[in-house]
């Protein structure tokens, strides 16, 4: 299971988020303490943060040795119209360090945006970085989100229709090319009711 969707900026500076959805329980709040809703929605947001400021940082320091740029990543999108070569990358977050449980992070990251799925430590990492790339593309065919990321907060329902359907309740779907076609459908569907 997929304990968090995230996306944030990841140009040089202080990273921002844009998005993010939480799909399960960390055991924050138990039945032994009194915590209030707001309490515990701060908690989360810190936890979310400290994970995408990782991402953010471990971004920085790969494309610091890596000969392309932001805009090769952004010509590749304007001009091809097809998805840049992603930076992929994998951590152990160990029980206690930002969350009750272990847990891993996988992120992708290309343009001025990065994607990354907090996942429980049992789950596949290579189905979760398919379904985050399958994600991704439909995001940015709906909402530019690698081109123009300030458009995901304005356009958050797409955003939600999309993960909510290639990532039902945080559930990691085995796609197959019938289910994916079906799962294009309901967002194509979706997003034109809406």
Not at 41 to 52: D, E, G, L
Not at 101 to 127: H, P, Q
Not at 148 to 162: A, F
């Amino acid at each position: 299971m997929v304990y968090a969707f995230i996306i944030n900026t990841i140009l040089p500076g202080i990273p921002r988020l844009l998005y993010y959805d939480i799909f399960g329980q960390d055991g924050v709040a138990d039945d032994s303490l009194d915590i209030t809703a707001d309490v515990l929605t701060s908690i989360r947001k810190s936890q979310i943060q400290q994970v995408f400021e990782r991402v953010h940082s471990e971004y920085q320091f790969r494309r610091s040795f890596s000969g392309r740029s932001v805009e090769d990543d952004v010509l590749k999108l304007i001009n091809d119209d097809t998805l840049p070569e992603f930076d992929t990358g994998f951590f152990r977050l160990r029980a206690g360090e930002v969350f009750q449980k272990d847990r891993y992070v996988i992120w992708l990251a290309a343009g001025y945006t990065a994607f990354s799925f907090v996942c429980e430590k049992y789950e596949n990492r290579l189905v979760a970085e398919s379904i985050l790339k399958h994600l991704i593309r439909y995001l940015q065919e709906h909402v530019r989100v690698l081109t123009q990321p300030s458009e995901t907060g304005l356009r958050s329902e797409r955003v939600g229709v999309v993960v909510n359907t290639f990532l039902p309740q945080g559930n990691l779907l085995f796609l197959n090319n019938r289910l994916i076609r079906q799962l294009e459908k309901e967002v194509d569907n979706q997003i034109k009711a809406s």
